[in-house]
């Protein structure tokens, strides 16, 4: 039963809402771009920077991270990059795809946001138009800097909104609550930007109501901790929010100690509607397909359950309506001609 549930999920047409483009930087793109840019790593070779993805905690992650995306520098580092993700999701039969990057980080190290946004863009057009994908692009605030530094980015940002679809809030949760941006966010709806935020990833219900009631968010980054919460739980089902929930990121950091205790069919069985994605697949073990192969394996998923989730994928997107409607078609072609 497994193999018939792990070869629908693999072929099922699929839209991924939760991915860092930096978090898809694999070793060897990153030893080839220091090499490009003369950028000096702390690792020997690949295999010695593999080894060091040992994470206790998402802050523990993002110090890596970090240093890792120090080898990008030029629009074409981005292109390349962003290319690669597109690849290599494209092979697992994503068709949509909404992707964050970290604007913040990169204008720290000199690299003006039209170089950033220039490389991601054409990489996501190319891909349009040859591989058929759509796509939206996300731009997240860092959430460990200030709110001043929020409005800057925000402001450099204004020339380039045509490029740019909605915005998110990333990096370390604890001790950062939504709260801290409600006047950026503010200011993101009235430019007429969709809004998302990582909530209760690490950070409690409390973060997950923040993003709803002060960030008015379209939708929520993780949340896995909103189950400790039954008023929110329900809040959350009543406002039909899509939770975009990453299994072997949650498994990496330690949100979850083990797969098979992973609070995914909990989250279905209470109505939540939530879906998969591979949130940085270059330091956690795998693409969109590996987290359903993750999660089909340890939790037992049905075919059933598998099809809900790919299709929480297209409501919960920003697609619009027609586009939707196209992808859920296409969803129930490849589901009616499975054969087990
Ligand atoms: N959480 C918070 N910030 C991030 C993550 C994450 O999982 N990935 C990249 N930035
Ligand atoms: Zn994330």
Not at 39 to 60: D, G, I, K, T
Not at 296 to 304: D, R, V
């Amino acid at each position: 039963m497994d193999s018939f549930t792990l070869a629908l999920a693999e072929k099922l047409p699929k839209a991924e809402l939760h991915m860092h483009l930096e978090g898809s930087l694999e070793p060897e793109l990153m030893f080839l771009l220091a090499r490009r840019n003369n950028v000096s790593l702390p690792y020997e070779n690949e295999e010695a920077l593999r080894q060091a993805y040992q994470f206790n905690n998402l802050q523990e992650f993002l110090d890596i991270y970090y240093n890792g995306m120090s080898v990008l520098l030029t629009e074409q580092d981005f292109y390349d990059l962003t290319w690669a993700y597109l690849e290599r999701s494209h092979h697992d039969n994503v068709i949509h795809t909404e992707v964050f990057f970290d604007p913040q980080a990169h204008l720290a190290r000199g690299v003006a946001l039209e170089s950033q946004i220039n490389g991601i863009y054409r990489a996501l057009t190319h891909a349009q138009e040859n591989l058929g994908m759509s796509f939206r692009l996300i731009m997240s605030f860092l959430r460990h800097l200030s709110e001043e530094s929020a409005f800057e980015t925000q402001e450099l940002a204004l020339p380039h909104l045509d490029r740019i679809d909605g915005v998110g809030l990333d990096s370390s949760e604890l001790g950062h609550p939504p709260e801290k941006f409600v006047r950026v966010f503010k200011k993101c709806h009235e430019l007429g930007l969709l809004v998302t935020a990582h909530a209760g990833e690490e950070g409690p219900p409390e973060y997950v109501w923040q993003a709803i009631n002060q960030l008015n968010v379209h939708r929520i980054d993780h949340g896995n901790r909103a189950l400790e919460d039954a008023d929110l739980t329900t809040l959350l089902v009543e406002k039909e929010l899509t939770l975009t929930v990453c299994p072997l990121s949650n498994k990496r950091l330690r949100v979850v100690d083990d797969m098979k205790k992973h609070p995914l069919p909990e989250m279905m069985a209470k109505g939540l509607k939530v879906t998969l994605n591979s949130d940085d697949p270059a330091y956690f073990g795998g693409y969109m397909n590996a987290n359903f192969h993750a999660i089909i394996k340890n939790l037992g998923l049905s075919p059933a359950q598998v099809v809900q989730l790919v299709k929480n994928s297209f409501t919960g997107s920003w697609l619009n309506d027609d586009e939707k409607a196209q992808a859920l078609a296409q969803v129930e072609s490849v589901w009616a001609s499975h054969d087990p």
